[in-house]
């Protein structure tokens, strides 16, 4: 028994997560980013986390051949910088806020948290790859997240 993608859609679209730009460079030092929901914690010792990303995307031999990843968590006012790293551009880096790391990956600026992964792992996923890292640094602000339900972003009022 299997389900439809419609079937699929429809119930996975129900769950409600957080927005993510996760980042890295690649071998030619060019800088990847892409919005990413298919994030979760994985493990706190050793501190461990997953990402999803589909094998079609522009960016994904970049974090196949990357040692480290960055995860930027989004705040609730950049469902604009979620839609701009969601877009297919050679250069998504021109024009926005951030900074390099001490190994030149990209940090953006005004998240709501910063996590620096080495790649533990990966594995086949479908038409997706799970990336495993383990956080080596972790920046965090107050603030709340931008969040994403039923296909479209929404904000926390509470
Ligand atoms: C809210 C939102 C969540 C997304 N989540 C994922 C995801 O978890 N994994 C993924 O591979 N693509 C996801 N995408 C789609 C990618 O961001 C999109 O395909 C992007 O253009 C890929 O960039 P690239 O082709 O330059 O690598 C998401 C897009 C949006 C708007």
Redesign the pocket.
């Known amino acids: 028994m299997s389900i439809t993608s419609e079937e699929f859609r429809a119930s996975l679209g129900r769950f409600a997560s957080g ?1 993510t730009v996760i980042t890295t460079k690649d071998s030619n030092a060019h800088l ?1 980013g ?6 979760c914690s994985v493990s706190m010792n050793p501190p461990l986390i997953l ?4 094998k079609t ?4 031999h970049a974090f196949e051949q990357a040692k480290c990843f960055v995860v930027n968590i989004l705040e609730e006012s950049q469902q604009d910088v ?2 701009h ?5 050679d250069d ?1 880096f021109t024009g926005q806020n951030y900074h390099l790391s001490e190994h030149g990956l990209p940090i953006l600026d005004n998240c709501l948290v910063n996590l620096e992964c080495n790649l533990k792992n990966s594995y086949d996923g479908g038409d ?1 790859t799970i990336f495993v890292g383990e956080i080596e640094n972790a920046k965090f602000s107050d603030g709340k997240p931008l969040t ?1 339900f039923h296909g479209k972003y929404h904000k926390i009022n509470d």
Do not use: D, E, P, R
């Open positions: 927005v990847h892409l919005t990413v929901s298919a994030f990402i999803c990303i589909q995307t522009g960016s994904h979620s839609n790293f969601a877009s297919h551009l998504k997706h994403y």
